[in-house]
């Protein structure tokens, strides 16, 4: 699955073009590396999320096409905020 829409889908930013843009900017990177809205996302992979002041790093648990919002949190674990 594409990096802009697990961000997505993951509740972790609300649209999926602010994720593409995100990603764009070079505000994303996985495992260290800055990285394309393209990027396949795998279980394991660390994201770091930088937004202004705030920086956020998760590791992906699980990668879903399709989850209830009740259920998003599940497919990460936040490492830091």
Do not use: F, P
Not at 7 to 32: F, M, Q, W, Y
Not at 52 to 65: H, P
């Amino acid at each position: 699955m594409r990096i802009d829409k697990y961000l997505k889908v993951a509740r972790i930013i609300k649209r999926r073009t602010v994720a593409n843009e995100a990603c764009d900017t070079e505000h994303v990177s996985v495992n260290g590396k800055r990285v394309k809205a393209s990027y396949d996302v795998k279980e394991n992979d660390i994201i770091e999320i930088t937004m202004g002041q705030r920086t956020i790093k998760i590791r992906v648990v699980s990668v879903k096409d399709t989850v209830g919002k009740a259920d998003a949190s599940s497919l990460y674990e936040v490492l830091s905020q």
